[in-house]
T-cell receptor, first 114, second 114 residues
Framework: GDSVTQTEGQVALSEEDFLTIHCNYSASGYPALFWYVQYPGEGPQFLFRASRDKEKGSSRGFEATYNKEATSFHLQKASVQESDSAVYYCALSDRRPNYNVLYFGSGTKLTVEP | VTLLEQNPRWRLVPRGQAVNLRCILKNSQYPWMSWYQQDLQKQLQWLFTLRSPGDKEVKSLPGADYLATRVTDTELRLQVANMSQGRTLYCTC???????????FGPGTRLTVL
């Protein structure tokens, strides 16, 4: 079945550090890939997506590039801020008529110290 | 702009008692509605997608039994029964299915077992 693996469970950084959160996927078809962010007490928020190989998604300074060969969609940000502290989820969506399914990774908790 | 309302926002559920949740869609341009659960370890899991009024589905997962109903174009309901572990239920909406369209999450309903 389809699945997403996030390597890091927790990441602790200082402001202005470079961020990488690793995401690898397994899917039978050609999935769309997503990043979501969740702040405490809130529902997950869509960050960005990519639907085809080599496409870059980006938002709020975060970016990731769809790599079909490596089955990866790693999240990066050049300079993190304290306000970026949250849980980040990588997800995939495969084509399923009549359904709208996101398969999520286990999440990565990012803590940014001032 | 708020796309989804969920009520109640939280509920204490005596063991063995069922609870009924509602989700109201505020914008009809996002008719694909789904339910997700988030367990105490923060793992997100798709439960149902109900596209049309009258659609109804049931599912049993570790820790809870679910009955989902699409009541109208703008209302989704979820009955949670036999819950043994707390969880948060989110409804989502989307303009379509598959990867062309992102899903937007509601604020969630947090359930705690007494």
């Amino acid at each position: 079945g389809d699945s997403v693996t996030q390597t890091e469970g927790q990441v602790a950084l200082s402001e202005e550090d470079f961020l990488t959160i690793h995401c690898n996927y397994s899917a039978s078809g050609y999935p769309a890939l997503f990043w979501y962010v969740q702040y405490p007490g809130e529902g997950p928020q869509f960050l960005f997506r990519a639907s085809r190989d080599k496409e870059k998604g980006s938002s709020r300074g975060f970016e990731a590039t769809y790599n079909k060969e490596a089955t990866s969609f790693h999240l990066q940000k050049a300079s993190v801020q304290e306000s970026d502290s949250a849980v980040y989820y990588c997800a995939l969506s495969d084509r399923r008529p009549n359904y709208n399914v996101l398969y999520f990774g286990s999440g990565t908790k990012l803590t940014v110290e001032p | 702009v708020t796309l989804l309302e969920q009520n109640p926002r939280w509920r204490l559920v005596p063991r063995g008692q069922a609870v009924n949740l509602r989700c109201i869609l505020k914008n009809s341009q996002y008719p694909w509605m789904s339910w997700y659960q988030q367990d105490l370890q923060k793992q997100l899991q798709w439960l149902f997608t109900l596209r049309s009024p009258g659609d109804k589905e049931v599912k049993s997962l570790p820790g809870a039994d679910y009955l989902a109903t699409r009541v109208t174009d703008t209302e989704l309901r979820l009955q949670v029964a036999n819950m043994s572990q707390g969880r948060t239920l989110y409804c989502t909406c989307s303009a379509g299915n598959w990867g062309t369209y992102e899903q937007y999450f509601g604020p969630g309903t947090r359930l705690t077992v007494l």
